[in-house]
């Protein structure tokens, strides 16, 4: 399947890191896979994705201590040093099943199925020269296809892969074959996009997302290659386009409001590059409930996580903006608990064809005015989207005028005349159809 076929729309999905962390297990996937495909799948989400750390099953806790990534650990890996799941956190992958039952289960909802890992070969399977897989049965080491020098600066599990070394290829190719074993449709590829821990070269993985698109492709099953942490490299959006599908334009994004004023000027800077299989990712929607999995070892549990910290007003702005940009949507929250407002929030079909729109969208006003900003996003059938931002702390009053008769209100979903004067509230939005 060519890489544009996998994903010729923005994925929709959820993903289990803002609200379970490092911890989520197998119970909490599958009812965040139930809640999707009774109350969202309609609506088009369809991922269930697992985050970080799925291998380990002392993941969040060592000593008494919380610690997001444990240093030195040896989390599951097979004979071939690659990546299974922790069978104490997912029981179905008990006897080398992998994650393969799982998967079946998301697939029989009718959803899709997917999974984050570190880019690289696990670092214990280097120091104790464990086999890899090869693809004529040579005995090849873990330690012969790594490179030592390339590391995270924020998780300890990994090593590069030298894409010089022979059989470097071939680690790549058996940890996707696995993968397609498994049924995965969606790898989400984290310390890649950006290379953080070299600030002199931020794209210094580059090499290894060409290997990791190949062993896709080796794989003979179309998976969306999903790229982070950011923020991506503008100068290097054409190769990001030619061999990923996704890739994170910022870094961590959470439910602050200077995380999401600042994400207009993202979206203006890389809105020439959506389309065609290619998503710049604005991360997670955090919403509702985040950060469970954050909490120490003991806290009650009616004690662990918090509200979010968006408004409902700042809430619909980061959705609006998403759906006009037409970034990829994958929600962080614990599904089953979803409020009606969110939930709304969230089916709004109206809302949800602006990331849907065949058409790049552009930013009309500049974003250091600092007050309203514009996006508008051109339909094919000759229509146009519109949606008005106030960044301000003030009110901002907006005049709109259409030529091409009504104009349709997609958060309230209803027809106003061709002439209109509204108010903005600080940080809130509107969106229109004309």
Known sequence: MNKNEVAPQPPMGWNSYDYYNTMVNEEQVRANAEYMAANLKQYGWEYVVIDIQWSDPDAGLRNGENIQYIPFSRFCIDEFSRQ???????????????????????????????????????????????????????????????????????????????????????????????????????????????????????????????????????????????LSPGPAVIEKAHHYETFANMWRITDDFWDDWKLLKAMFERCEVWQKHTGDGNWPDCDMLPMNRLGWGWAAPGTPEKKRGWKCKFTKEETRTMITLWCIFRAPLMIGTDLPQLDKF??????????????????????????????????????????????????SEEPQTVKMNSENGKIRDIWAKKDLKESITFILAPHACKAFKV
Request: charged share 20%.
């Open 84 to 226: 299974i799941p922790a069978p104490n956190r997912f029981p179905s992958s008990e006897g080398g099943k992998g994650f393969k039952p799982l998967a079946d289960y998301i697939h029989s909802l009718g959803l899709k199925f997917g999974i984050h890992i570190m880019r690289g070969i696990p670092r214990f399977a280097c120091h104790d020269h464990l086999p890899i897989k090869t693809h004529d049965g040579s005995p090849v080491t873990a330690d012969l296809v790594a490179n030592p020098y390339s590391v995270s600066r924020w998780n300890a599990d990994m090593y590069g892969v030298d894409a010089n070394r022979p059989y470097a290829q071939d680690y790549y190719d058996s940890i996707f074959e696995l993968y397609a074993q498994w049924g995965v449709d969606y790898v989400k590829v984290d310390d890649i996009c950006n290379t953080n821990m070299y600030p002199h070269n931020p794209y210094s993985a580059e090499k290894e997302i060409e290997m990791m698109a190949k062993a896709i492709e080796n794989s003979g099953r179309g998976m969306v290659l999903s």
């Open 342 to 391: 969110n939930l709304g929030l969230l089916t709004n079909e109206e809302i949800i064809a602006m990331d849907k729109c065949p058409n790049q969208a552009e930013q009309l006003s500049k974003t250091s005015r600092e007050d309203v900003v514009v996006w508008r996003n051109i339909t094919d059938d000759g229509h146009a989207y519109y949606a008005y931002f106030n960044l």
